[in-house]
């Protein structure tokens, strides 16, 4: 299957490197998002690779500093400074952004094609988001990148365990972000602010139930609602108190619970059975949300359950 954009492999061998672990979501008109970790520890000094030229954009996080560092863009230097851990910079692959790589880095680069930025400006109100306004070399103090960075980059490590609208969820917030920061849109007024009517609650949750592996993207369930995706999102929110992701590992964890009733069932079957990649991913995100491991948690209930018994009879 053909690659559509510049991340992942593409983006890793324009970089000269050999790691980079990606996620993808679809979740925008159709639009493909993604985010990539890109980091070489001990650079053979060239300059980067020339990306394929297209209406997109790259904004990218810096997790490790980088000195004196050289940018071109269409063919010439472009500027030389430094670069700052913690700071995010734009690249626009229009312009054939390419930079000396003579020093170890370590960078989340975000692939947004102009078709995502302006499926966020067709929101109610939204008109169309211009060129992103940037300096080549110049980094930016912003706040929610590092936020969705930090988050998404625990994804990037575990792939496997990693839920689909966890992810549909953080780009689409990210999304928004960088057309309203740097692209001017103006966030557009809602025309109710209240949730969902309550047969759209029982259809989302329906959905969400109906494969609790998360693989059901938010523009599915949105569409399906006649809503857009950050509409459908917030309203979900309002109504149910949870965003969709959070809502589907409660539900996760309530049919552990109940599987775990069932004397004898292995912890690795119910794991998958509930929806989670396997029996570590269970291990963790149960024991956070329940303040127990499954087992203490299934010996513990087991265990008055048994007491009860006896002195019923």
């Known amino acids: 299957m053909t690659q559509a954009g510049v991340y992942g492999r593409r983006l890793a061998q324009g970089l000269r490197s050999q790691q980079a672990p990606v996620?993808?979501?679809?979740?925008?008109?159709?639009?493909?998002?993604?985010?990539?970790?890109?980091?070489?520890?001990?650079?053979?000094?060239?300059?980067?690779?020339?990306?394929?030229?297209e209406d997109a954009y790259l904004v990218s996080l810096k997790f490790r500093d980088y000195p004196d560092c050289e940018c071109w863009e269409e063919g010439r230097c472009v500027t030389k400074a430094d670069v700052r851990?913690?700071?995010?910079?734009?690249?626009?692959?229009?312009?054939?952004?390419?930079?000396?790589?003579?020093?170890?880095?370590?960078?989340?680069?975000?692939?947004?094609?102009?078709?995502?930025?302006?499926?966020?400006?067709?929101?109610?109100?939204?008109?169309?988001?211009?060129?992103?306004?940037?300096?080549?070399g110049?980094?930016?103090?912003?706040?929610v990148v590092r936020y969705v960075g930090a988050s998404l980059q625990q994804g990037l490590r575990r792939p496997k365990e990693t839920n689909q609208l966890f992810v549909d969820h953080m780009m689409l917030a990210l999304t928004a972000h960088v057309a309203q920061t740097y692209?001017?849109?103006?966030?557009a007024a809602e025309s109710s602010r209240g949730g969902l009517a309550p047969w759209q609650v029982r259809r989302a949750c329906d959905r969400l139930d109906s494969d609790l592996s998360g693989k059901v993207a938010l523009q599915q369930i949105a569409t399906e609602l006649g809503l857009s995706v950050s509409h459908f999102s917030r309203a979900f929110r309002i109504s149910t108190g949870l965003p969709p992701h959070q809502w589907l590992l409660q539900q996760r964890v309530k049919a552990a619970k109940q599987l775990m009733t069932v004397r004898d069932l292995p912890l690795s079957e119910?794991?998958?059975?509930?929806?989670?990649?396997?029996?570590?991913?269970f291990t963790r995100v149960f024991s956070?949300?329940?303040?127990?491991?499954?087992?203490?948690?299934?010996?513990?209930?087991?265990?008055?359950?048994?007491t009860r018994l006896k002195h019923e009879t």
Not at 183 to 187: E, N, Y
Not at 270 to 281: K, R, V
Request: net charge negative; charged share 20%.
């Open 23 to 53: 996620l993808i979501t679809r979740s925008l008109h159709s639009a493909e998002l993604a985010v990539t970790e890109v980091r070489n520890d001990d650079p053979t000094p060239d300059i980067s690779g020339s990306l394929a030229a």
């Open 183 to 187: 692209g001017g849109l103006k966030p």
């Open 270 to 281: 119910i794991a998958i059975s509930a929806g989670f990649a396997n029996q570590s991913h």
């Open 85 to 136: 851990a913690g700071a995010t910079y734009l690249y626009d692959l229009k312009r054939d952004p390419r930079y000396v790589i003579d020093k170890p880095f370590h960078s989340l680069f975000f692939y947004l094609p102009r078709s995502a930025l302006n499926g966020i400006a067709k929101q109610p109100g939204g008109p169309r988001v211009g060129e992103l306004t940037y300096e080549p």
């Open 138 to 143: 110049v980094g930016h103090d912003d706040e």
């Open 288 to 306: 956070s949300m329940v303040g127990l491991s499954p087992g203490a948690w299934r010996r513990e209930t087991d265990g008055g359950r048994t």
